[in-house]
Structures are given as structure tokens and as C-alpha cells.
């Protein structure tokens, strides 16, 4: 059975199919984990040390919050950010939910940034909320990534609105603020872009759904709710994070949306399920990744990771069954941060800062090493190296192999606003790291 990923569409290229063993065109990262929308680059020349005052072609301070990774296409550098006026005082939480709000007003942006200079082309101001829906402050109100393509920016901020922006005037083309689900600690599911569709996960504390939008008009083409059967009937258990990906499995293509205790496949056209998957789980946030006749995906919290048969058949419910899991590990698994696979290799990089390297066709494991502080932002893999950033502003650089090696760790920022909480972004040979606070361009001049 061939298992393949399909790329999502970049240089205003159609949709194209790419095989999972083959690198990525290294000239663009259009979405969340870029081109092939597993963390892989096939660029060759980053480099491996920098600082401050070395290898930095730019930096640009970004202003609001956002946790949102840079997407790249043409000259330009996207991310969306948000603006916060605060509130006199918090008051406290309800029994059973969120705390009411330290945030009165927020607005949206979508910022554009030269890549060559760094200079700043388009600060779009999308909307303005007032008295959103809380968002914890370990979170953002912009932390989905948005997703690029030929002449349009999908900028998304769960349920607060979806935008699509003109790249080249900046114009707002079409909104969606109709989509509701109380994400109780804020958005975190990227959108993605595939064939004529827009792809949405709204995993809340109340409702949980997938939809499909237009991208032309941003018209509903349809909505399917998850009707998970949870274990209690716990809204803090249902909420999840994750971002979807398009997959072919035995020439059928496949949407696949983790969530909250269950991870499901649908089909992008009709949002009809083919099957589920149940793992348990709450927050789940990383995505799926697919090779070596496996899905490999992780539950969130507690932590979980399963490899699972491509060509499993669901039962007559849509279920798989429990032989349809080949291996699973527990030890040292990411709640937040996504998997990378290289072949016949599966690295993990766990939420306290603990980098892993397991034998993706049996479970093994073949290293695991502490590094240092926690992480959040998704590593990537170029040039045969994996550069990892962490929330105190050091990014490790480590060989990839069945050896642990650190290449270098090299750090950016200092105070409290160092760090990173967006997962980088590869284009050519450059490396486009966001801060708390500011976007770097990291290369050789």
C-alpha cells in the first residue's frame, strides 16, 4: 500500500504530492511545519552557530503578543500578532471554569516583513474584540500559525475570527467570525490550505468540530462535529490544540485531525469520517506525522505516543482496532512540541526539555538527553541537524543520528522577554527564529 504526504501549496505551485522520503523545495514554508508539514527543510548551507552580534542578518522588533510561527513565500515573512489592553483587575474563577479576564479590548494583526531587510511592509490591523474570551498568559491570542500561498495570507485566531488578506495590497478579502467554542485557555490549532479548501479545528471546552471553508469566498463547505464519547463529562478534558494535515493512504486522501482523547481521519471534500482512533489524552497539539506504513501521533497530556498501521481497517463503527497499534512509548513523549521523522528515525523534544531519538519501526529507544528548560515551539531538521528552540531563548543545534551529539547551543535575547515559544521557519539557506519580542533573520552575510 503506498503511504504518501501531500504538500501543501507553495510558489504558486497546484497541490502537489510528495513523497515522504523526498526533501521539501527549500525556498518557502507556507504553513505550521512547513512545506511538507513535518518539520523538514532541504536546505544545506544554515549555519549551526550565531549570536547577537554573529550571524544575524536582521532583527526586527514585532510588537503585541504572538506565538505564531513566521510563514514565508516570494520576499515576504508573515505572522499575526495581538495587541492587549488590560484590564483594572481579574476577578476570580468561576467553580469549574476559566478566570473572567485581565484583558478588556484585543486587537488582530497580521504583520509582513521584507526578507531581505527585515524592514516591515504591512501591519494589518484585522479586528478589534472587546472583552474576549480568556486566554491564559503561557498562551497567546495569536498563536496559530497562519498559512501563505500565491497572493493570499488565511490569518487565524480560533474562534476570535479567521482573515484572508491580500499580501500584495494588505487588503482584508473576506472574514469569518462565526465560528464559536470556548477554547478556556485560548486558540492554539493552526489553519491549513488544501486544493480549493481551508482547513479549521475548533477542539473546545464546549464544542468540538473541523470545518472546511472556501478559500476564494471563506464560505462554509462543510462542518463536522466529533461526537467523541469522552470518559467524564469534563470540558477541561475536551479541549485540544492540534493542527490538521492532509495525507494519502492507498491512493485516498485523508484529513487527519487529532483531538482530545481520540485522534480522527475525514475526507477533505465531504468531511465525512473514514476513521478514529481512541488514545485518551487531553491538549493534544502535535501533529500527525506518516512513514514506515505508520501514522505516529501523540495523546497530549498524559503523554502517549502510538504508531499506528496505515492500512488498519476501522470496525463497523469507524474505530480501529486495538491491533492496529504497532508500538507505543511513554517515556520522556511532547505534549506540545511535534514530532520529527528522517527516515527510519523519530525525535522527540518533550515539553521539559528532554530531546529523544526512538527506532520508528519497533518503539526502541535509542537516546534521550536532558537540555535545558522547557520547550514549546516544534524543532526542525535541516542540513542533517536539529535545531531546537527553547522558552529562555536557547536553541540547541543537534546532530541527527543514532548518536546524541550537540553541534552548539547558541542563545538570543536576555530578561524575561527572551525565548521562544514559535516553532523556526527554513527558507534558502536562512533561518527565521520568532522571540517573544522580535523576528531574526539567522545566515551568513
Known amino acids: 500500500m503506498s503511504t504518501r504526504l501531500l504538500s501543501l501549496p507553495a510558489l504558486a505551485l497546484a497541490t502537489s504530492l510528495v513523497l515522504l522520503n523526498s526533501a521539501p523545495a527549500g525556498d518557502a514554508w507556507p504553513g505550521f511545519r512547513g512545506p511538507t508539514a513535518d518539520g523538514r527543510s532541504d536546505s544545506k548551507g544554515l549555519v549551526t552557530t550565531w549570536s547577537e552580534k554573529e550571524n544575524i542578518l536582521w532583527k526586527t522588533p514585532i510588537h503585541g503578543k504572538g506565538w505564531s510561527s ?126 480549493d479548501n481551508v482547513y479549521l479545528i475548533f477542539d473546545g471546552y464546549d464544542v468540538q468540530y473541523v470545518a472546511a471553508l472556501d478559500k476564494a469566498t471563506g464560505k462554509t463547505v462543510w462542518k463536522t462535529d466529533r461526537k467523541i464519547k469522552y470518559v467524564k463529562d469534563d470540558g477541561d478534558i475536551k479541549k485540544a490544540y492540534a493542527t490538521p494535515v492532509v495525507l494519502e493512504v492507498g491512493g485516498r486522501q485523508q484529513l487527519i485531525c487529532p483531538s482530545a482523547e481520540c485522534t480522527m481521519a475525514y475526507d477533505p471534500k465531504t468531511g465525512e469520517e473514514i476513521w478514529r482512533i481512541a488514545h485518551g489524552g487531553m491538549n493534544a497539539a502535535a501533529r500527525v506525522v506518516m512513514g514506515n506504513g505508520f501514522f505516529y501521533l501523540t495523546s497530549g497530556y498524559p503523554a502517549k505516543l502510538l504508531a499506528v498501521k496505515t492500512d488498519a481497517k476501522p470496525d463497523s463503527t469507524g474505530m480501529l482496532p486495538k491491533e492496529a497499534v504497532a508500538w507505543t512509548f511513554t517515556k520522556e513523549v511532547p505534549t506540545r512540541p511535534s514530532l520529527v521523522l528522517d527516515g527510519d528515525l523519530l525525535y522527540l523534544m518533550s515539553d521539559g526539555g528532554i530531546a529523544s531519538c526512538v527506532e520508528a519501526t519497533t518503539g526502541k529507544m535509542l537516546w534521550s538527553e536532558r537540555l535545558d528548560r522547557e520547550f514549546t515551539s516544534s524543532p526542525v531538521l535541516a542540513n542533517g541537524n536539529l535545531y531546537c528552540c527553547n522558552q529562555s531563548g536557547k536553541i540547541f543545534v543537534i546532530a541527527a543520528g543514532k548518536t546524541f551529539n550537540v553541534v552548539a547551543e547558541n542563545r538570543l535575547g536576555e530578561g524575561r522577554d527572551a525565548g521562544f515559544m514559535a516553532s523556526p521557519a527554513v527558507a534558502g539557506d536562512v533561518l527565521f527564529l520568532r522571540s517573544k519580542t522580535h523576528l531574526y533573520a539567522v545566515g551568513k552575510k
Open 70 to 195: 513566521p510563514v514565508i513565500l516570494g520576499k515576504q515573512v508573515w505572522m499575526t500578532t495581538a495587541d492587549e489592553v488590560l484590564a483594572d483587575s481579574t476577578q476570580p474563577p468561576k467553580k469549574g471554569g476559566a478566570p473572567s479576564n485581565a484583558v478588556k479590548e484585543v486587537s488582530y494583526f497580521a504583520v509582513c516583513v521584507d526578507r531581505e531587510t527585515g524592514k516591515i511592509v504591512h501591519d494589518v490591523k484585522l479586528g478589534t474584540e472587546q472583552k474576549p474570551a480568556y486566554c491564559h498568559p503561557f498562551n497567546s491570542y495569536a498563536s496559530p500559525t497562519p498559512f501563505i500561498e500565491q497572493g493570499r495570507l488565511y490569518a487565524h485566531f480560533g474562534s476570535h475570527g479567521t482573515w484572508c488578506v491580500d499580501t500584495e495590497s494588505g487588503k482584508v478579502l473576506w472574514e469569518r467570525k462565526d465560528f464559536k467554542c470556548d477554547h478556556f485557555r485560548g486558540p492554539g490549532s493552526s489553519p491549513i490550505v488544501f486544493g
